[in-house]
């Protein structure tokens, strides 16, 4: 690999990781996501993001899904994942949750030109990445994927949101910071306590380095698998893909 192709790999994944995790979260946390969970039974609509975004690990504990999630209170993803899976069980919500991303790719994403190929590029990455250390990326790329193309790139751009957010998972953790506080040097207070921590939170002004540092590691083990897995000649197609994906979301 010439640092050329590396340097080219530093570009798209910068130019990529923003708009892949705004369709990712947007995919999760969808009001028509949660209102096709609710058509089936899972009518919290955070039961059903927990447990059908776990479940992709199999029929395991809260334990092992706070492991591979981090960032959130064990004691929240414990609740929550415990009741969304007592409603049909682990297969089912996670077989739901799959579903349900297909749905919404084809609200939202029939009209992308070129649709075909941005799937067939995003494909080639997602099936070719290295999965090691990273559980919940690989229980999700395991899942049955849509027939359409709408579906499936819904689909798709998920599951590469899962492998950037076990890369960054393990990168906080190789910084040292713990998942709590991984959040509080980023986005702050607010968000650990929708992540479910509970007050008093510690000063971490003194750890800022840790998120900075976390935060090049991600970015640099994204795009060393990125060139490892697709060829320099095929990286603006994938680029080009995903900003017609994300100038679709609503």
């Known amino acids: 690999m010439s640092t050329a192709d590396l340097d080219a790999?530093?570009?798209?994944?910068?130019?990529?990781?923003?708009?892949?995790?705004?369709?990712?979260?947007?995919?999760?946390?969808?009001?028509?996501?949660?209102?096709?969970?609710?058509?089936?039974?899972?009518?919290?609509?955070f039961a059903f993001y927990f447990a059908g975004r776990g479940a992709m690990l199999g029929d395991v504990s809260a334990d092992v899904v706070y492991a591979a999630f981090g960032w959130f209170a064990p004691a929240s993803v414990k609740t929550m994942y415990e009741e969304g899976v007592a409603v049909a069980g682990?297969?089912?919500?996670?077989?739901?949750?799959?579903?349900?991303?297909?749905?919404?790719?084809?609200?939202?994403?029939?009209?992308?030109?070129?649709?075909?190929?941005?799937?067939?590029?995003?494909?080639?990455?997602?099936?070719?990445?290295?999965?090691?250390?990273?559980?919940?990326?690989?229980?999700?790329?395991?899942?049955?994927?849509?027939?359409?193309?709408?579906g499936r790139a819904a689909q798709l751009v998920q599951i590469l949101?899962?492998?950037?957010?076990?890369?960054?998972?393990?990168?906080?953790?190789?910084?040292?910071?713990s998942p709590r506080d991984a959040i509080l040097t980023n986005e702050g207070e607010s968000q650990a306590k929708f992540f479910g921590w509970t007050e008093p939170f510690p000063d971490c002004s003194d750890l800022k380095h840790k998120h900075i540092e976390a935060e090049q590691m991600t970015n640099e083990l994204?795009?060393?698998?990125?060139?490892?897995?697709?060829?320099?000649?095929?990286?603006?197609?994938?680029?080009?893909?995903?900003?017609?994906?994300?100038?679709?979301?609503?």
Not at 10 to 32: E, K, M, N
Not at 118 to 142: K, N, Q, T, Y
């Open 9 to 45: 790999a530093r570009a798209v994944i910068g130019a990529t990781s923003t708009p892949i995790h705004d369709l990712g979260s947007t995919i999760y946390l969808s009001p028509d996501t949660f209102a096709w969970a609710a058509e089936t039974g899972w009518t919290n609509p």
């Open 90 to 150: 682990a297969a089912a919500v996670a077989a739901r949750m799959s579903e349900v991303h297909a749905l919404w790719g084809r609200k939202y994403l029939s009209d992308v030109k070129g649709l075909d190929d941005i799937v067939e590029v995003c494909e080639a990455l997602v099936d070719g990445l290295e999965g090691s250390g990273f559980p919940l990326f690989v229980g999700w790329r395991g899942a049955p994927r849509a027939k359409g193309a709408a």
């Open 161 to 177: 949101r899962e492998w950037r957010g076990a890369i960054h998972l393990v990168s906080t953790t190789a910084a040292g910071l």
């Open 222 to 250: 994204s795009a060393l698998a990125l060139s490892q897995t697709l060829s320099v000649d095929r990286f603006q197609a994938f680029e080009d893909g995903i900003a017609a994906l994300r100038a679709a979301m609503p």
